[in-house]
Each structure stands twice: as structure tokens, then as C-alpha cells.
Nanobody
Framework: QVQLVESGGGLVQAGGSLRLSCVASGRTGGRFGMGWFRQAPGKEREFVAAITWNGDSTYYSDSVKCRFTISRADAKNTAYLQMNGLNPEDTGVYYC??????????????????WGQGTQVTVSS
């Protein structure tokens, strides 16, 4: 079992920045791929970014590429999502996922066996 806890969400004006954190606990002896998804009201959960178990590769949706950066600090069992240049379309609940049993297809939510409870991000215009 892996438990994930997200933090760092909040209210920010358009053009602002936030950094989300996702702390993993439980079965963290092995490393695994991590991903961020988001869900806006009335919409399906969508892929945002992902990072491989060793941090060698990262993946981004077209809508956030060049604005968001995913990273990981394995010594802290933590994954981060640095979000710059936020706009109202980025509003939603952001979820962290752990892909423990691979190899994952990072853009697909079904690849992630564990999820956090989510953190709300609201961008005002």
C-alpha cells in the first residue's frame, strides 16, 4: 500500500505560480512513476504531467508544457509540480498518482494504482 498526500493548492491570480507537493508513505522502499492529473468541475480527470521512477524522463500535456515542471526528491518520498503562468483554465482539483506496478502508460489514469485526496487550485482572472 502507498498513501499519497497532496498540498500546496490555493487561490492565485492569473499569471501567478504555485508549487504542489505529493508526499508518499507506506510501501516506498521501491521507487515508482508518479503523475499529476487534474479535474475541473463537470469535466473528466485529465493528465497533466508525469515522471519516471528514476526521474530520467518527464511527460507533459500540451496545455501545460513549458509552464509546468514535474520533479521528485526521493530522499523525501516527494513529487513536486511547479506551476508558472497560471490561467483560469488551470483551475481544478489536482491529484497525485503512483504507478507502482509498471510499466505504466503515464497519460492514462488507469496506470496509477494509488491516488491522493487532491488539492484545489483556483486561478482568478
Amino acid at each position: 500500500q502507498v498513501q499519497l498526500v497532496e498540498s500546496g493548492g490555493g487561490l492565485v491570480q492569473a499569471g501567478g505560480s504555485l508549487r504542489l507537493s505529493c508526499v508518499a508513505s507506506g510501501r516506498t522502499g521501491g521507487r515508482f512513476g508518479m503523475g499529476w492529473f487534474r479535474q475541473a468541475p463537470g469535466k473528466e480527470r485529465e493528465f497533466v504531467a508525469a515522471i519516471t521512477w528514476n526521474g530520467d524522463s518527464t511527460y507533459y500535456s500540451d496545455s501545460v508544457k513549458c509552464r509546468f515542471t514535474i520533479s521528485r526528491a526521493d530522499a523525501k518520498n516527494t513529487a513536486y509540480l511547479q506551476m508558472n503562468g497560471l490561467n483560469p483554465e488551470d483551475t481544478g482539483v489536482y491529484y497525485c498518482g503512483a504507478a507502482v506496478f509498471g510499466p505504466p502508460i503515464f497519460v492514462e489514469s488507469r496506470s496509477y494504482e494509488y491516488w491522493g485526496q487532491g488539492t484545489q487550485v483556483t486561478v482568478s482572472s
